[in-house]
């Protein structure tokens, strides 16, 4: 069972071990939620769990998963940066993986029966091992409002701790947070400061600006303000950073795989700013053709990653796709935080195809002038022979 330490998945766990009389073996990884990661495997064992398995993915998901998004330019409904969506196959991964070395025949997951994760690990699963079949506690056991789960929890004398003082739900890793339902439900009321884990409000984020400088390799961030770092030391740092400026809070209205719009509330600070700098450097080494064409597919791969579709030919294919496009992506961009906002303030790559001479418009920079002269005829005969053929009103 996939274990995030959660009330739900601690209800659900015990659940299954006391009233569907199976042997639970937990799946607890490590993707950056933050917090103590034994207490995790103890409410397991507390909830009943034959056993727990505690691994830590978090460079697994920021490599293989996240940084992939990145390169993509995935942004869902061009807001939602994938946190939580680009967990579930890894997190599926595992599962089928434990489930076959401890010989099981179920996976189960503590998703709700109107949210999006149940597709997400479920259609992963079955694309990985048709053979497993799944359980879903949330569908099945006629416990219907995040109360009677709270009061199941009790009644079987299982901690609740302070999340069940809460009527929102949160799921948090080192890409992002993901805040909705109870008091957020209402799309015309502001979110209210308590539930922001990682970042300040821009009133309490610092009255100086701070300059920063990310690095890129063919895609992929590397290093910051000169010192080089680990992929997940990378986007900690930034999430610290920028959090404290005030930068990745996100309040939006997007639609879920069941096809009802959700209030979202989310929180991505190292997500917003490599987003931002990754979009500048592309700009600098890459044509105008394939500026103009990625959005196009940047859409498709976020909505496969949103709607369950991560292990797909097409998603593979368009992994292929953006790979080879970040070839020459490499060089640094230079930012300033400020009260919510991220500016660029320049950048650089020993691979850009942005020419200084030719970019002067009062002077030709080597381009003759017969040739500007030439293709702007074209232009206008083009024009021309609509305008009379075709004529315009006006």
């Avoid at 505690?54 to 940084?67: L, P, S």
């Avoid at 029966?113 to 079955?126: I, L, T």
Wanted: glycine content about 6%; hydrophobic content about 40%.
């Amino acid at each position: 069972m996939a274990y995030s330490g959660g009330l739900d998945t601690t209800a659900a766990l015990h659940w299954l071990k006391r009233v569907r009389g199976m042997k639970v073996v937990a799946l607890a990884l490590n993707i950056g939620q933050g917090g103590d990661f034994d207490d995790v495997a103890e409410r397991a064992i507390d909830a009943g769990a034959d056993a727990v398995h505690a691994i830590d993915r978090r460079r697994t998901f920021v490599k293989q998963y996240c940084f992939k998004a990145l390169k993509a330019g995935a942004r869902y409904e061009s807001s939602y940066y994938l946190s939580a969506a680009l967990s579930r196959p890894l997190i599926a991964t595992e599962l089928v993986a434990l489930a076959r070395d401890e010989g099981a025949r179920y996976v189960a997951h503590g998703a709700p029966p109107k949210g999006n994760d149940q597709f997400r690990f479920e259609c992963a699963v079955a694309a990985l091992d048709p053979n497993l079949e799944m359980i879903a506690p949330m569908r099945e056991w006629g416990l219907e409002t995040r109360g009677d789960v709270t009061d199941y929890l009790k009644q079987n004398h299982l901690p609740v701790g302070e999340e069940a003082a809460r009527t929102y739900s949160s799921d948090r890793n080192i890409w992002g947070v993901r805040s909705s339902a109870g008091e957020l439900e209402d799309p015309d009321v502001p979110a209210p400061d308590y539930i922001f884990q990682i970042t300040n409000s821009a009133e309490k984020a610092p009255d100086e600006p701070e300059e920063i400088e990310i690095k890129f390799h063919q895609g992929e961030p590397v290093a910051l303000n000169g010192k080089r770092y680990q992929a997940v030391e990378l986007v900690e740092a930034l999430n610290e950073i920028a959090g404290r400026h005030a930068i990745g809070r996100i309040d939006t209205v997007e639609d879920r795989i069941l096809g009802f719009k959700s209030r979202e509330v989310y929180e991505a600070p190292a997500a917003q700013l490599l987003h931002a700098a990754h979009d500048e450097l592309e700009k600098l080494t890459l044509d105008a053709e394939f500026v103009e064409f990625k959005p196009l597919l940047s859409a498709r791969y976020a909505r496969l990653v949103y709607d369950s579709q991560w292990f797909t030919k097409l998603r593979e294919s368009l992994d292929a796709f953006f790979r080879e496009s970040q070839q020459y992506v490499t060089g640094t961009v230079r930012l300033k935080l400020y009260k919510g906002s991220a500016h660029v303030l320049g950048r650089n790559s020993e691979f850009s195809i942005y020419d200084r001479e030719a970019s002067r418009r009062h002077q030709l920079g080597g381009i003759p002038a017969a040739s500007v002269a030439g293709y702007l005829e074209l232009r206008r005969l083009n024009q021309m022979t609509h305008a009379f053929k075709q004529r315009p009103k006006f």
